[in-house]
């Protein structure tokens, strides 16, 4: 069936699913077709922010037509077929005036919705894309990255988050509509997708402050109402994700008293609606942050009642990443048997496989996660060799899209790799964390670095260990906020 364009006035009527993009997935999970699409992306030396968000967007018809980098690699796919084909409509159709070829694609203006469009008939230009692609612009590409990662984060994540039709201040959130339709609950959602795929990349320090104001604007709309209940319920649970997005940010830059609120209001969020999923999330970073701020039995039960309210869900990956929380925190009480009983249960579920019943927000969650997670767990009951094993196959697996994750768990291998008493391979770790951090900003990674190089300073004759003190003494970066300590 053909997906007819949505108007101005008819805000509410809801997208129609892209039935033949849904065929071609096949029985492969959404996470795993968007690495399809990433490693095509490579192939033509394009570079696309696909997860299994994206793809879920575009299976339920919220992206009615891609922008140019993902129509070019979507033909790259599936050669020989159309935009049609792939259940898109036609750009023409969409936009309301002529379609130009791909080849033609905006270079330095994004490519906005027509006049009437509502947010995600056409799928906006990402700025990212076009700072990663253009060959013709790797001069203006260098200067917008060192603006986000010296300081002009808020600077781009505005330009990022601002089409999305949110409030991106305070004062603007007085403009938001009397009540909150369609539109709005898909800007909402896409302001989860965009700030999740920002921190993929560069950590949480250059994002936190700018994404509270969305968050903001998101918590008004709630307050202003919905036209319809399908609709409300879209804004409450949009509304508790993004509050554990920011929580996220504020968690990983060392704000864990804002972190803490952050959580805290999500699980109500999901209380009030009857939300499972978004309990269990909410639960499952109360859990992660507990550990992390010294509270271990905390973290124990958080895991648990995160479990509870995800065993109906029929997801065995998320009970396997819920099960790692709680491994992290039988750790933290120095309880070897209650770790080592949760990383089995965690390894068995894992090994399930994927499921349509993953949450989106669970893109990240694979091997190398797995890898990592247990790694702190060793690393906490101080079994340094275990953890610098399960660091260093953490690091070797992770997907290139996450540079943080690299840089995370390659600092876990650094610090596990000295305390076992091995400097020079710490050493050669810390250099390549430190070679990442002109692009990734989290004072979790900082802090993981100023601890490896404290037990390293004894053995600066130790083959690069110099080399790496001096390096790690003249980074300039920002200095870490808060206890971030070994995650």
């Known amino acids: 069936m053909t997906s007819s364009t949505v108007t101005s006035s008819q805000p509410d009527r809801p997208p129609r699913p892209n039935l033949a993009f849904r065929r071609l997935r096949g029985q492969r999970s959404p996470a795993e077709f968007a690495a399809l699409v990433r490693r095509a992306a490579r192939e033509i030396g394009e570079r696309v922010s696909c997860d299994a968000r994206y793809i879920g967007r575009v299976e339920a018809g919220e992206i009615r037509c891609p922008n140019y980098a993902y129509e070019r690699v ?41 006049p009437g469009e509502p947010p995600g008939a056409v799928e906006p230009y990402d700025p990212r894309d076009h ?6 612009n790797h001069e203006e590409s260098d200067v917008l990255r060192r603006a986000f990662m010296t300081g002009g984060g808020a600077t781009v994540a505005a330009a990022t988050l601002a089409p999305l039709g949110l409030a991106p201040s305070a004062a603007a ?33 250059g994002l936190y402050r700018r994404a509270a104001a969305p968050l903001r604007a998101a918590y008004a709309l709630l307050d ?42 999500a699980l109500a ?20 942050l507990a550990r992390d701020a010294g509270r271990p039995r905390e973290a124990v039960r958080a895991a648990q009642a995160a479990q509870r309210a995800a065993r109906p869900l029929g997801s065995a990956r998320l009970l396997s990443l819920l099960a790692l929380r709680e491994a992290g925190g039988w ?61 260093r196959r953490a690091a070797q697996a992770q997907d290139p899209h996450f540079t943080r994750n690299i840089a ?12 076992e008493g091995r400097p020079d391979e710490a050493a050669e770790a810390g250099l390549r964390v430190l070679a990442l951090l002109d692009q990734v900003q989290s004072s979790r990674i900082q802090s993981m670095l100023a601890g490896t190089a404290r037990v390293l300073l004894p053995h600066r004759r130790a083959s690069g260990v110099a080399e790496f003190l001096d390096r ?10 808060g206890a971030g300590g070994t995650v």
């Open 131 to 136: 700072w990663q692609n253009d060959p013709l």
């Open 331 to 391: 750790a933290g009480l120095a309880d070897r048997t209650g770790c080592e009983r949760a990383l089995v249960r965690a390894q068995a579920l894992f090994e399930r496989g994927r499921a349509d019943a993953d949450p989106e927000w669970m893109s990240f969650y694979g091997e190398a996660e797995l890898a990592g997670l247990e790694a702190q767990c060793w690393s906490t009951l101080g079994d340094w060799r275990r953890a610098s094993r399960q660091a």
């Open 408 to 419: 995370l768990y390659t600092a876990e291998l650094a610090d596990d790799l000295a305390r």
């Open 269 to 288: 969020t999901a209380r009030m609606t009857g939300d499972a999923g978004l309990e269990a999330h909410a639960f499952c970073n109360t859990a992660f």
């Open 74 to 114: 979507f033909l790259h796919m599936f050669p020989g077929r159309t935009l049609t084909d792939l259940g898109f409509a036609s750009r023409s159709s969409v936009r309301g005036r002529a379609a130009r070829p791909a080849a033609a694609a905006p270079r330095g203006a994004a490519a906005g919705e027509g």
């Open 472 to 481: 790690h003494a003249a980074y300039k970066g920002p200095h870490p906020v």
């Open 173 to 205: 959130a007085d403009r938001l509509p009397p009540r909150a339709g369609v539109p709005e609950a898909m800007a909402l959602e896409e302001a989860v997708r965009r700030i999740r795929l920002l921190d993929d990349r560069h950590g949480a320090d």
């Open 224 to 265: 202003a109402g919905a036209t319809r209940q399908t609709t409300a319920d879209r804004l409450h649970s949009g509304a508790g994700e993004l509050a554990i997005s920011v929580g996220w940010l504020a968690h990983d830059s060392g704000r864990f008293d804002d972190a803490r609120s952050h959580y805290a209001e």
